[in-house]
């Protein structure tokens, strides 16, 4: 079984300041991704990562893929309360023939005004 | 692009019943449909991967006489929970994919099943 350990689980923050969320595993992923997910709502994706040691940018957000694509990062730079949400990794692994998502246990964001 | 949605996004109902919830991708052909099930306070665990015009691949401990899948068009897929227990009361997500490599799944807004 694959897994994908996200860590902080829990994260409260003032506004203004920097946070890095980590995504693990010692599994090698085909590609990666990051979703943001809204109490009551479907988790809506926010970057792909394909390439080892790929690096995007949207915004604020920074998602790193790891060299050896086991891992993954999301900085998020002079948080803002808008920022607030559970935030999910997700890894694309190939199980069975099919293509499948793995995971983590995601991390919920509070950014204080 | 890419919108995906799912219907009803809210069930209450009582024990017995059997639901049914519909997922539609809107602007895109979705090869493949994905059934999650997420319980308060923890992450998204697939139920089942389906293909349209084929069986549903369901994971391991997932009942798939309880949980019938149809994917019967490439644009709609359902999930019926059979005779409903308060047990299987959670927040039911489908997702969906086309078929280029590294496409992402775009996930619907959930459905929230109260089994009363």
């Known amino acids: ?113 | 692009g890419a919108v995906v949605s799912q219907h009803p996004s809210w069930v209450i109902c009582k024990s017995g019943t059997s639901v049914k919830i519909e997922c539609r991708s809107l602007d895109f052909q979705a090869t493949t449909m994905f059934w999650y099930r997420q319980f308060p306070k923890q992450s998204l665990m697939l139920m089942a991967t389906s293909n349209e015009g084929s069986k549903a691949t369901y994971e391991q401990g997932v009942e798939k006489d309880k949980f019938l899948i149809n994917h019967a068009s490439l644009t709609l897929s359902t999930l019926t929970v059979t005779s409903a227990h308060p047990e299987d009361s959670s927040f039911y997500i489908c997702s969906a994919r086309g078929d280029r490599k590294n496409q992402p799944q775009h996930f619907g807004d959930g459905t929230r099943l109260s089994i009363l």
């Open chain 1, 1 to 113: 079984t694959q897994l994908l350990e996200q860590s902080p689980q829990f994260l409260s923050i003032q506004e203004g300041e920097n946070l890095t969320v980590y995504c693990n595993s010692s599994s090698v992923f085909s590609s990666l991704q990051w979703y943001r997910q809204e109490p009551g709502e479907g988790p809506v994706l926010l970057v792909t990562v394909v390439t080892g040691g790929e690096v995007k940018k949207l915004k604020r957000l920074t998602f790193q893929f790891g060299d050896a694509r086991k891992d993954s990062s999301l900085h998020i730079t002079a948080a803002q309360p808008g920022d607030t949400g559970l935030y999910l990794c997700a890894g694309s692994t190939l199980q069975g023939g099919s293509e499948k998502l793995v995971f983590g246990k995601g991390t919920k964001l509070t950014v204080n005004p």
